[in-house]
Nanobody, 121 residues
Framework: VQLVESGGGLVQAGGSLRLSCAAS????????MAWYRQAPGKEREFVAA????????YSADSVKGRFTMSRGNAKNTVYLQMNSLKPEDTAIYYC???????????????WGQGTQVTVSS
C-alpha cells in the first residue's frame, strides 16, 4: 500500500488548508481512514477519522469544529479541510488506516512522507 499526502503549506493563523491523501494497493469497505500529525519534538497524534462504510467522522477535541474529514468520489481518497488554523496546528500531517479503534496509533500500513503544515502567528 502506498500513501501519498499533499496540500500542506504555509498559512497565517486563521487561514485554511485542504489536505489530500491518496491510498493505492488495497480495497476495504469497512475500514477507518484517519489523519494524524506530528509536531517537532512530539509524538504523532490522532487528528480525525472517517468510517469508510457510512462516512461517519470523528475528530480530536483539539480540532473539533475546525477540521473536517471527508472522502472523495475516487476510491481510497480522503481529505482534511482545516479552517481557523492556529500556530499549534503546525506539524507534519499523515494519513493511514488505524487498527481497531478509529483513534488507534497502531496502523495497518507504513507511513507515507506526510505533508508539512506551518501556521504563522
Amino acid at each position: 500500500v502506498q500513501l501519498v499526502e499533499s496540500g500542506g503549506g504555509l498559512v497565517q493563523a486563521g487561514g485554511s488548508l485542504r489536505l489530500s491523501c491518496a491510498a493505492s494497493g488495497f480495497t476495504f469497505s469497512n475500514l477507518y481512514m484517519a489523519w494524524y500529525r506530528q509536531a517537532p519534538g512530539k509524538e504523532r497524534e490522532f487528528v480525525a477519522a472517517i468510517r469508510r462504510g457510512d462516512g461517519a467522522t470523528y475528530s480530536a477535541d483539539s480540532v473539533k469544529g475546525r477540521f473536517t474529514m471527508s472522502r472523495g468520489n475516487a476510491k481510497n481518497t480522503v481529505y482534511l479541510q482545516m479552517n481557523s488554523l492556529k500556530p499549534e496546528d503546525t506539524a507534519i500531517y499523515y494519513c493511514n488506516a488505524p487498527i481497531g479503534p478509529y483513534s488507534s496509533s497502531q496502523t495497518w500500513w507504513s507511513w507515507g512522507q506526510g505533508t508539512q503544515v506551518t501556521v504563522s502567528s
